[in-house]
């Protein structure tokens, strides 16, 4: 594996980490937090680099079954990561005391359908973060 392809690697797998501090956050307390919009847009940030580092040090074409996978999942976060930035600026922050405040406003609790698509544009990028794993396996 050359080292372009190497970093991209190493990148995507930080892309995981911030996208699970994210997700995983919001599915638990139901609230975008702080540390739920950086974690997302950190996940967005370092998910474009790795695939435009595997574009370029892969041999292969970039029109392949895992590539189209990756866009899709990478298309999927980034439209959730736009539409939790979207219910934040609408409704503002949570407070101090996100837990306190989303009780007292319920307008700070994820409405159910964005709550459902974060955890399925989630899953769908696990899927294409695992399929890119099978495959440097398999070889």
């Given at each position: 594996?050359?080292?372009?392809?190497?970093?991209?690697?190493?990148?995507?797998?930080?892309?995981?980490?911030?996208?699970?501090?994210?997700?995983?956050?919001?599915q638990?307390?139901?609230?975008?937090?702080?540390?739920?919009?950086?974690?997302?847009?950190?996940?967005?940030?370092?998910?474009?680099?790795?695939?435009?580092?595997?574009?370029?040090?892969?041999?292969?074409?970039?029109?392949?079954?895992?590539?189209?996978?990756?866009?899709?999942?990478?298309?999927?976060?980034?439209?959730?990561?736009?539409?939790?930035?979207?219910?934040?600026?609408?409704?503002?922050?949570?407070?101090?005391?996100?837990?306190?405040?989303?009780?007292?406003?319920?307008?700070?609790?994820?409405?159910r359908?964005?709550?459902l698509?974060?955890?399925?544009?989630?899953?769908?990028?696990?899927?294409?973060?695992?399929?890119?794993?099978?495959?440097?396996?398999?070889?």
């Open positions: 594996m050359n080292s372009t392809l190497t970093a991209g690697t190493r990148i995507v797998v930080l892309a995981l980490l911030f996208y699970s501090i994210g997700v995983l956050t919001e638990r307390r139901r609230l975008i937090t702080n540390a739920v919009l950086i974690s997302l847009t950190l996940g967005i940030l370092f998910d474009i680099t790795a695939t435009a580092f595997m574009i370029i040090g892969s041999p292969n074409s970039p029109f392949t079954l895992h590539g189209f996978l990756g866009y899709s999942a990478l298309a999927a976060m980034l439209a959730d990561t736009i539409l939790v930035w979207r219910f934040r600026l609408r409704h503002g922050a949570a407070g101090a005391n996100p837990d306190t405040v989303a009780h007292q406003n319920p307008g700070f609790r994820v409405p359908g964005l709550h698509y974060s955890r399925y544009a989630y899953l769908w990028w696990v899927v294409a973060f695992i399929s890119g794993s099978m495959i440097v396996i398999l070889k």
